[in-house]
């Protein structure tokens, strides 16, 4: 049995499991990336590399969580919940090397005021002059991706980092199958920002897209 029937059949033991499936390893994916493509009875899973080197029953967790959003279904098992663990710890071993001297001047003030300076730096880079996607924290890396329009406004800057820090604090809620990283913890906390209605205010002005 493939590690790939053994995830569909722990998951859904009242199926078969008729497809034709394989795994890809890939080093197109950032780090611990992944993905799912069904088409007929080809069932494809696209899988970073560092993947390999990960255990069985944490793989098998990833699958699982893959399968859910592909075939449908609110369950949460041992493999999910160790795969959601590892998740949200690999901040620790990652390396952190990235860094802007704006964005490092943002993180050490927004640390100092509303983390008590216990939140440790990630990778901290611009991107692209986005107007849809202001910032982003992505687990896998340990790195908040800013749009380069946050330097217009020094003070929004601020504010855009302290809620990606809250991803980073905060990390995520895992219920029916689903992630939930906006959660009421994370809305309250956003709100003792100082002058948090100000910034959202000052954020609109910079665009009308919210960040995520």
Not at 104 to 112: D, H, M, W
Not at 125 to 147: V, W
Request: hydrophobic content about 35%; glycine content about 4%.
């Amino acid at each position: 049995m493939t590690i790939i029937e053994e995830a569909f059949t722990r998951l859904y033991p009242d199926k078969d499991f008729r497809y034709d499936a394989k795994i890809k390893y890939s080093n197109h994916f950032k780090d611990y990336n992944a993905n799912v493509k069904l088409y007929g009875n080809n069932l494809e899973f696209g899988l970073s590399r560092k993947w390999k080197s990960v255990s069985q029953e944490i793989r098998i967790g990833l699958l699982k969580e893959l399968m859910l959003n592909l075939f449908g279904g609110k369950k949460i098992t041992m493999n999910i919940d160790l795969y959601n663990k590892f998740i949200k710890n690999l901040h620790i071993s990652i390396n952190k090397s990235i860094s802007d001297p704006i964005l490092e001047a943002s993180f050490e003030r927004v640390n100092n005021i509303y983390f008590n300076g216990l939140i440790e730096q990630p990778n901290l880079i611009f991107g692209k002059s986005s107007r849809s996607s202001l910032a982003s924290y992505e687990y896998s890396t340990d790195t908040i991706n800013f749009s380069i329009i946050l330097k217009k406004d020094l003070d929004v800057l601020d504010y855009v980092m302290y809620h990606e820090l809250l991803h980073k604090k905060l990390k995520f809620k895992h219920k029916n199958g689903k992630s939930f990283h906006h959660t009421a913890e994370f809305k309250k906390s956003e709100k003792q920002f100082e002058n948090q209605k100000e910034m959202e205010q000052r954020l609109k002005r910079l665009t009308s897209w919210r960040f995520c």
